[in-house]
């Protein structure tokens, strides 16, 4: 345990940031399980909604470093790929 006082600081900051972190990856696993799941049962309406909203959280997890660019890049792509064969 830490003993001086910014460093007992950025211990709670991290537990926070983590915590939003953890947040933010369960929201976009749940997006992209939409999209999967409206890309199975062949609705097109559904499947572009779905696709915009995943593409979105994808974006915004790569600017806040929760994920890499270029996994975000990857998967975009293969969203685009799947929902383009559809």
Known sequence: MP???SAKKRVLVIETKTLQNKMFRTQL???IKK???ALASGDQ???QAAYKAAVK???QAAARGIIHKNAAAR???QFTK???NM
């Open 45 to 47: 309406a559904a499947a």
């Open 3 to 5: 003993n001086i006082k």
């Open 35 to 37: 999209y999967q799941a």
């Open 29 to 31: 696993k749940t997006d």
């Open 75 to 77: 998967k975009k792509s």
């Open 82 to 84: 799947a929902i383009n």
């Open 57 to 59: 959280k994808i974006d």
